[in-house]
């Protein structure tokens, strides 16, 4: 089993920044894990995020490029979202998920899930 615990979730003013974390454990965990952010508004079906592989390669959806940034510690185990020039509209639950493949861009590729953390970002 692996487990996922998100921090660094927040209130902000719109142009704020910050920095979730998510930190794995569990006897199965490694650095080969694929591991993604996701985000669900109120009354809204979860949406990809970012997505970062092994080997560093990233993905992130257009609706936070160049806003965004994941990240990974292997050493840690620990993957990051760096959120820069916030927006209202980027007010959701915030969620870590991790696979040992590919992961990819869909929810249902990903075979485990935080909590998740909230992040609230007013005018």
């Known amino acids: 089993q692996v487990q996922l615990v998100e921090s660094g979730g927040g209130s902000v003013q719109a142009g704020g920044t910050l920095r979730l974390s998510c930190a794995a454990s569990g006897r199965t965990f490694g650095s080969s894990y694929a591991m993604g952010w996701f985000r669900q508004a109120p009354g809204e079906e979860r949406e990809f995020v970012a997505r970062?592989?092994?080997?560093?390669?990233?993905r992130t959806a257009d609706s936070v490029k160049g806003r965004y940034t994941i990240s990974r510690d292997n050493a840690k185990n620990t993957v990051y979202l760096q959120m820069n020039s916030l927006k209202p509209e980027d007010t959701a639950d915030y969620y870590c998920a991790a696979d040992p493949d590919y992961g990819g861009t869909e929810g249902r590729s990903y075979r485990y899930w935080g909590q998740g953390t909230q992040v609230t970002v007013s005018l």
């Open positions: 970062i592989t092994w080997n560093l390669g990233t």
